[in-house]
């Protein structure tokens, strides 16, 4: 890539400057007590921030929490997280109640040299996510106003063509964060030339948010194992009863055809548990993937798949792994991720966790982070790299 570096912009010096940081602050928050449950993203930014403030730069942070309608909505305020981001930073964090109002400008304005401010939640305002480009750069105007150089290091947000993300860029002096020049030098391995045998573990619910990567990765890979709630629409397409699973009939014949096109490649579940309902303490028991009670929904994958996939990963050499293989949040059929989780951070092979709920299973499961090689904080983010596709973010850094 030909793009600038935090390092390169430390060694221009930033002490005095004000230098606005896109971070993705997108965190998890308890539902009743808006606690956050999971601060994996805000730990993942320290390294960036900590570099600038110890250089003496003034540093203004913006990010997103959660889908806000284009107004302020207090269920997805940033506030929380101004308040553990002082905790980990070892210093108070300054907080604007709004993102470029009057309080954006003061509390900008009273920064000095090494502290950090944080703006509210950037979806407040209808600009960052405004498909309309008049919007949307008015809203980067702003903005950039507060900046004298931007540094991107929201990786999870690179896939979008947002104000912040996007847009900003043109108008400020730029870089990549080390979050993101990280993510994108991991990725990168999986895209070049792999070490191989190279394996994909993907799970999650739907087929249709993983066909443009399935299609991108066939060709690459040594082999591809399918759990999670997607498993059963190609377990249907083998002409298998799935009860009441999860089911994309219309993706049916699709991944039909990629069986039939796989080589051999494609690894599917040969058992999972199967429960009456989709609820933490319903009865279940583990059936033949091929023998699903008709009035059952599988819930995760069975002990023989999880030996089998785990077979397949532990000769590996590489291996890219997203999506749980169940319902993970419910201890009774948590088993198959952790048991995949568990063999992936065993192995001597270069390890990637595909960020969303990858990486929420590996902390909320207990696992050691430093067992694996990279977990990524952008699961959409990540695909859409291993697609091909061109990020908006990372095209703004590039020109």
């Known amino acids: ?103 954006a400008r003061s509390t900008v304005d009273a920064l000095a040299d090494g502290e950090v401010a944080l703006l509210e939640n950037l979806r407040f305002n209808a600009g960052e996510t405004s498909k309309d480009d008049t919007e949307r750069g008015a809203f980067a105007d702003q903005l950039a106003a507060f900046g004298d150089a931007y540094v991107d290091d929201a990786f999870g947000a690179v896939h979008r063509k947002h104000a912040s993300v996007h847009d900003v860029p043109a108008r400020l002096p730029h870089v990549a964060g080390r979050l993101v020049l990280r993510e994108v030098e991991v990725l990168s391995r999986l895209t070049g030339e792999p070490e191989r045998p190279y394996v994909v573990v993907l799970g999650g619910s739907k087929v249709s948010d993983k066909l443009a990567v399935i299609e991108a990765l066939l060709p690459s890979v040594d082999r591809l194992l399918i759990g999670g709630g997607m498993c059963f629409t190609f377990l249907k397409a083998q002409g298998h009863e799935v009860g009441s699973s999860l089911l994309e009939e219309e993706m049916v014949e699709t991944c039909r055809n990629l069986l039939e096109r796989s080589e051999g490649k494609i690894m599917l579940p040969v058992d999972v548990v199967a429960a009456d309902a989709f609820a933490p303490d319903a009865a279940h028991d583990t059936v033949p993937a091929d023998g699903i009670p008709s009035k059952r929904v599988g819930l995760d994958i069975g002990p023989e798949t999880v030996a089998g996939f785990a077979a397949a990963l532990k000769g590996a050499r590489t291996i890219f792994w997203n999506g749980p293989m169940g319902v993970f949040e419910m201890p009774a059929f948590a088993h198959g991720t952790r048991g995949i989780a568990e063999t992936i951070a065993k192995t001597d092979a270069f390890t990637v966790v595909g960020g969303g709920d990858s990486a929420a ?21 990540s695909l859409e790299y291993l697609e091909g596709k061109t990020l908006p973010g990372i095209a703004a850094l590039e020109n």
């Open 361 to 381: 299973a590996v902390r909320a499961l207990g696992l050691d982070e430093s067992s694996f090689g990279h977990i990524s904080t952008g699961g959409g983010a």
């Open 1 to 103: 890539m030909s793009i600038r570096t935090l390092d390169d912009l430390l060694a221009e010096g930033v002490s005095g400057r004000r230098v606005l940081v896109r971070a993705d602050l997108n965190v998890p928050l308890d539902k009743q007590s808006g606690d956050i449950t999971d601060d994996g993203r805000i730990r993942a930014v320290l390294p960036t921030l900590g570099a600038l403030t110890g250089a003496g730069a003034k540093v203004v942070v913006c990010s997103h929490l959660g889908r806000p309608k284009g107004a302020p909505d207090p269920r997805f305020s940033l506030r929380p997280v101004a308040g553990r981001l002082g905790e980990l930073l070892g210093a108070p964090v300054h907080f604007a109640t709004d993102t470029v109002g009057e309080s």
